[in-house]
């Protein structure tokens, strides 16, 4: 009997201790996590809107949109962010359009778990550059090895499936915005 | 349809032990007998089963429910490590024969990173509960797949005279790569 | 004293020699960085909870001896994947659930049980430190690799010239087998001539 009370302690104890240890890590990193993402959101929202120099942020529909201004306060166009299903866990990027909903902007990779060197080139430049004034009015369209034509993307080589992702989570929550906001307002 | 897809992508196309390099350990150690690696597999997969119907609760319930996420390495472990032992009560008390031939492969299914890794795939890809349980089910047959696989291929090995410094693991390494290889051949099997 | 140190690195080698710890040296070495930083993060968590389980060694029932190492195991990993996703975030990124999976890395849970459990402090640092870069050692000469014949490149820095085409393979699972089959003989082969 006395062993067993034994034992149910040493794991009773080693559990509440880790339980609070963690706990206070994580209240620690927490907010610096937290900060880590506001800090890459803000910067996306820069990034893939050029050239931003300040920007609002607007709820329609329950749909975050950031209406980014040029020195002159000039309204540059609005980016939103956007979530979907990539190769190995979720994707979540952010895409930049012109006032008109029809034209990409650019867009950045705020969250993804692709596999390191291969679908993890969704972050990379040379992949990212490619939305960059892409023709967007009837759905980006994605291609493999041939040359892509106006309005389309080439996928990265090897990694097609967290390409693709890439494109449909554009593609799907780009007409929900253009559904939700008037264009050219 | 969903559901079906899910199953065959973890079985074919990214199978865990050639595709995510999980439950290698086992997969390299594993003997040149068929019926071990069998029995292991389905060990594996039982309690695979059982680990995605369990943590998927754990993590929406109470992980989740009570912002607690930071205790979800710690708590899922320690679900897995108690459900093999449970797996292993249950065996040796009511289906001795089975227990015989699966009991010496059960403590080492919890140090086996397919069965951790399937809980983290599931809560990472957000996938509800009845696809949980097929991808853990999957991931399963998956394993197992390729655990009988490889014991097939070092029984056909015994007899062949292979150079001395890739004898053991080297070779077994290679046949991994050479079986890698061939898997991939089903990719676009399953539409994304 | 030394004896303990330096074994993990070359006779004793975990990856090399004991093949130990497969899933993360087989799946995020597609490149130096990658594999620097997960064998840090190993190398930490083995320290730190080698230092715990032998501080505490007498006073865990030998029954519940593995549960308990591995609530400890599994807190440490935490802590570093919440101080990564803090301070690295990138690279934490990069990492993804292969940072998590350091829980059920064979080479800790082995260390702890044949060595951390049965041995002083002083020693277990030692011990679990040499396992450490050996395993660092491991995963920098296999990510170098498949850098250099993915992409010509080791760390980032170009090393073979513009002609050299890119070898997708290398960074796909099956490169990551054959790579690793190569210089595991290649270990094999020089600890023999020795």
Same mark, same amino acid.
């Given at each position: 009997m006395n062993?067993i009370?034994?034992?149910i302690?040493?794991l009773?104890?080693l559990?509440?201790?880790?339980g609070i240890?963690l706990s ?5 990193t927490d907010?610096?996590i937290e900060q ?5 959101? &803000? ?9 931003t120099e300040d920007?609002?942020? &607007? ?6 949109? $950031?209406?980014? $201004?040029?020195e ?5 166009? $609005?980016s939103f ?5 990539g $190769?190995?866990?979720t994707i ?7 006032t008109e909903?029809e034209?990409?902007?650019?867009i950045?990779i705020l !969250?993804s778990e692709e596999?390191p060197g ?8 040379s992949f990212?550059?490619q939305?960059?004034?892409?023709e967007a ?5 994605l291609?493999?090895?041939?040359e892509?034509?106006r309005?389309?993307?080439q996928a990265?080589?090897? !990694?097609?499936?967290?390409?693709? !992702?890439?494109?449909d989570?554009?593609?799907?929550e780009?007409?929900?915005?253009r559904s939700i ?5 | 349809?969903e ?18 390099f999980?439950g ?5 150690g594993v003997s040149?007998?068929?019926e071990?690696a ?5 060990a594996?997969?039982?309690?695979m ?6 943590t998927w609760n754990?993590?929406t319930?109470?992980?989740k429910?009570?912002?607690? %996420?930071f205790?979800?390495?710690?708590s ?13 009560m249950f065996l040796?008390?009511y289906l001795? %024969?089975?227990?015989e ?6 403590p080492l ?9 399937l809980?983290l795939?599931m809560?990472?890809? %957000?996938?509800n ?11 399963g ?7 009988v696989?490889?014991?097939g291929?070092?029984? %056909?090995?015994n007899e062949?005279d292979?150079?001395k ?6 070779i077994t390494l ?7 290889l061939a ?7 399953v539409?994304? | 004293m030394?004896? /303990?140190?330096?074994?993990g690195?070359?006779k004793?080698?975990?990856v ?9 040296? *087989?799946?995020?070495t597609t490149?130096l960085?990658?594999g ?8 930490f968590v083995?320290?730190?909870s080698?230092?715990?389980i032998? =501080?505490?060694r007498?006073?865990i029932?030998d029954q519940v001896r593995i =549960? ?5 195991i599994s #807190? @440490?990993v935490?802590v570093?994947k919440?101080l990564? /996703?803090a301070?690295i975030?990138?690279?934490s990124s ?8 350091i829980?059920t890395n ?6 702890q /049980?044949a060595?951390?459990s049965k041995q002083?402090?002083?020693?277990t *640092?030692?011990d679990n ?12 000469v *296999?990510g @170098?690799?498949? /850098? *250099? ?9 170009q090393v073979l010239g513009t002609?050299?085409? #890119? ?5 796909q ?6 790579s690793?089959?190569l ?7 020089? #600890?023999?001539?020795?």
């Open positions: 062993r009370v034994k034992m302690l040493t009773t104890l559990g509440l201790i880790s240890a206070m890590v994580s209240n620690y907010p610096l880590n993402q506001q800090e890459a959101l &803000r910067e996306a929202v820069f990034y893939v809107l050029q050239p920007y609002e942020e &607007r709820t329609v529909d329950g749909k975050v949109i $950031y209406e980014s $201004y040029d002159s306060g000039e309204l540059v166009g $609005y962010t956007a979530s979907g299903g $190769y190995q866990g979540e990027l952010i895409v930049g359009v012109g909903l034209e990409i902007k650019g950045q !969250a596999t291969l679908g993890g080139k969704i972050r990379g430049e990212k550059s939305f960059r004034g892409l009015g009837q759905g980006i369209g291609v493999k090895s041939e892509p034509e309005g389309e993307i990265i080589t090897g !990694a097609t499936i967290s390409s693709r !992702a890439v494109v989570i554009i593609n799907k780009l007409s929900r915005v906001l008037p264009e050219g307002e | 349809m559901l079906f897809f899910i199953f065959v992508a973890i079985v074919l196309t990214q199978n865990f032990v050639l595709h995510f999980l290698i350990c086992p997969f390299l040149d007998e068929m071990g069998f029995g292991m597999g389905i594996t997969t039982f309690v089963t059982l680990t995605a119907i369990i754990i993590n319930f109470i992980l429910a009570f912002n607690v %996420e205790l979800e390495y710690v899922f472990i320690l679900v897995i490590a108690s459900l093999v032992q449970l797996v292993e040796k008390k001795p %024969e089975l227990y031939t699966l009991g010496i492969y059960l299914i919890t140090t086996n990173c397919a069965v951790l890794g809980a795939f809560v990472l890809r %957000e996938y509960f009845v696809e949980s349980a097929i991808f853990g089910f999957g991931a047959v998956g394993f197992t797949l390729a655990l696989i490889m014991a291929i070092r029984g %056909e090995l062949e292979i150079p410094p890739f004898r053991g693991t080297a290679l046949v991994a790569g050479l079986l890698a898997f991939m051949g089903f990719s676009g099997l539409p994304t | 030394i004896k /303990e140190f330096v074994k690195i070359w004793e080698n975990p090399f020699v004991q093949v130990l710890g497969m899933c993360p040296t *087989l799946a995020v490149s960085i990658n620097l930083s997960m064998g840090l993060a190993t190398t083995l320290v730190s080698g230092l715990a032998s =501080a505490l007498k006073l029932p =549960a308990s190492f591995m609530i400890i #807190s @440490s935490t570093v919440l990564f /996703e301070h975030p990138e690279i990069q990492l993804g659930p292969y940072l998590p999976l829980v064979c080479i800790i849970l082995g260390r /049980e060595f951390s002083p402090v002083g020693k *640092l030692l430190l040499g396992m450490g870069i050996g395993f660092i050692f491991a995963l920098v *296999l @170098s690799v498949r /850098e *250099l014949f993915y992409q010509g490149t080791i760390g980032g820095a002609w050299y085409k #890119s070898m997708i393979i290398m960074v699972p099956a490169g990551a087998f054959i690793l089959s210089l595991v003989a290649l270990f094999q082969r020089l #600890s023999e001539s020795e």
